[in-house]
């Protein structure tokens, strides 16, 4: 595929958060979690991303029973994680390794810098679509939206620059 082929990306690729359940659950995608299974790891992934809810993991075996998925498929994936979690450093001695100090985590210096709050303005503006309503697909009738404050924005994060901005 592209991103490790072509871009030589030697990375691991997570799922969204219980992408892989959402496909039986909430999608309907497919029927089963050993189809789910199939289609994660078929499509390059290498982890379910999910905390709780191992429903798909637990079916790969009947997946790879099944010949959906291989052995080889299923290694390659172990491999790519336990590769980053070794660059991490998460199997070294815990007295080689310094405690984490999130004193030291200041989003404002490493977050917000100029560099990145410029980019995140061009991102948004490189990235806008606008989308005509044409024959009414969306319920919205545009006489609504003519005076200054018809239109809202809801949701808790709706006046947070930060995150309209891309920023945190």
Same mark, same amino acid.
């Given at each position: 595929? $592209?991103?490790?082929?072509?871009?030589?990306?030697?990375?691991?690729?997570?799922?969204?958060?219980?992408?892989?359940? @959402?496909?039986?659950?909430?999608?309907?995608?497919?029927?089963?979690?050993?189809?789910?299974?199939?289609?994660?790891?078929?499509?390059?992934?290498?982890? +379910?991303?999910?905390?709780?809810?191992?429903?798909? $993991?637990?079916?790969?075996?009947?997946?790879?029973?099944?010949? @959906?998925?291989? +052995?080889?498929? $299923?290694? @390659?994936?172990?491999?790519?994680?336990?590769?980053?979690?070794?660059?991490?450093?998460?199997?070294?001695?815990?007295?080689?390794?310094? /405690?984490?100090?999130?004193?030291?985590?200041?989003?404002?210096?490493?977050? +917000?810098?100029?560099?990145?709050?410029?980019?995140?303005?061009?991102?948004?503006?490189?990235?806008?679509?606008?989308?005509? @309503?044409?024959?009414?697909?969306?319920?919205?009738?545009?006489?609504?939206?003519?005076?200054?404050?018809?239109? /809202?924005?809801?949701?808790?994060?709706?006046?947070?620059?930060?995150?309209?901005?891309?920023?945190?």
């Amino acid at each position: 595929g $592209i991103l490790r082929d072509a871009w030589g990306f030697d990375g691991f690729v997570v799922s969204d958060y219980d992408a892989w359940v @959402n496909l039986v659950t909430t999608h309907q995608y497919v029927d089963t979690y050993a189809e789910a299974a199939t289609v994660g790891l078929n499509a390059g992934m290498d982890q +379910e991303g999910g905390f709780g809810t191992y429903s798909v $993991i637990e079916a790969m075996p009947e997946a790879l029973a099944a010949g @959906n998925i291989t +052995e080889e498929a $299923i290694t @390659n994936a172990f491999t790519r994680l336990m590769r980053i979690r070794l660059r991490l450093g998460m199997f070294d001695p815990p007295a080689q390794v310094d /405690a984490m100090d999130s004193s030291k985590f200041n989003p404002e210096l490493q977050c +917000e810098t100029d560099e990145k709050l410029e980019l995140a303005r061009k991102a948004a503006r490189e990235g806008v679509v606008l989308l005509k @309503n044409d024959g009414g697909a969306l319920p919205l009738d545009a006489s609504a939206f003519t005076e200054e404050g018809s239109l /809202a924005l809801i949701g808790p994060q709706a006046d947070d620059w930060r995150v309209l901005l891309g920023a945190v």
